[in-house]
């Protein structure tokens, strides 16, 4: 199987109401696009914090009601690095 280029962000909610992010990038990408600084960079848009390697981090939010705004910022964000 031939893997292929990429980043991807998954946005989940937990028990306790609060949002966890994930971030994922591909090593032929990771010096282009820092998971660390993008999981950052989402969490601190609505108060929270994260970070991690540049090829996998994580982070959250204390209010899950900002999950769907955070993702559908990613795009942006993304194209803001470049």
């Known amino acids: 199987?031939?893997?292929?280029?990429?980043?991807?962000?998954?946005?989940?909610?937990?028990?306790?109401?609060?949002?966890?992010?994930?971030?994922s990038v591909t090593n032929d990408l990771t010096e282009r696009y820092n998971a660390g600084a993008i999981i950052r960079a989402l969490s601190a848009k609505v108060g929270g914090k994260?970070?991690?390697?540049?090829?996998?981090?994580?982070?959250?939010?204390?209010?899950?009601?900002?999950?769907v705004e955070t993702l559908e910022s990613v795009d942006e964000l993304l194209r803001s690095l470049d």
Not at 1 to 22: Q, T
């Open 50 to 67: 994260g970070g991690g390697r540049p090829d996998m981090a994580q982070g959250g939010e204390p209010h899950a009601g900002k999950l």
């Open 1 to 23: 199987m031939n893997s292929r280029p990429g980043v991807i962000v998954l946005g989940a909610v937990a028990e306790d109401g609060k949002a966890m992010l994930i971030c």
